[in-house]
Structure formats: C-alpha cells, structure tokens
C-alpha cells in the first residue's frame, strides 16, 4: 500500500485548499479512509474520517468548514477544506485503516 496525498500549500485566512490521497493498493475500496494532522510541536490529531459505506466523523474543530469524500473506483479521498484558520497550520497524513499512512502535505494559513 501507498499513499500519495498532495493539495497542501500555503493560503490566507478564510481561504480554501482542497487535499487528495491516491492509495496505490488493492484494499482502499473496504477500509475506512482519513486525514490527520500534526501542528508543530503538537500530538497528531485526527481531523475527519470517512467509512467504506461514506460515513463521516469529524473533530470538533473542523466541523461545518472541512468536508471529506471519497472515490473507490479512483481509491482516492478527498479533504475539502474552506474558511481557512491560521490554527489549522500543520502537515496533513492521509491515514488508510488499520495502520497505512501517507507522507504528509503541508498546510499554512498565514493572517
């Protein structure tokens, strides 16, 4: 398995990027799919996970403002993020269950 995740750059506040994790393996379409995140000198945190069957679960801090999707026959998933905040700064791993992990793209919202 590997997964490919780009979309990071840097954009100002109240600005919108969209993310994208291409898995290279043949499970992605069964497993629940994800995005988390590392600020510096933070833990990772979980931001938004999607099932097989298209549930979603979201942090707290993202609700109503990240939208995570998902294309099984692309085995890609999707970070849709808008109203940008300066705290939503950090590298972003795509995460395929039960352990799979993406390089990581980064994410800076400037003031």
């Known amino acids: 398995v590997q997964l490919q995740a780009s979309g990071g750059g840097l954009v100002q506040a109240g600005g919108s990027l969209r993310l994208s994790c291409e898995d290279s393996g043949v499970i992605s379409s069964i497993n629940n799919m994800g995005w988390y995140r590392q600020a510096p000198g933070k833990q990772r945190k979980m931001v938004a996970v999607?099932?097989?069957?298209?549930?979603?679960t979201y942090a707290d801090f993202v609700k109503g403002r990240f939208t995570i999707s998902r294309d099984n026959a692309k085995k890609t998933v999707y970070l849709q993020m808008n109203s940008l905040k300066p705290e939503d700064t950090a590298v972003y791993y795509c995460y395929l269950s039960p352990c799979f992990w993406g390089q990581g793209t980064e994410v800076t919202v400037s003031s």
């Open positions: 999607i099932s097989s069957g298209g549930t979603t």
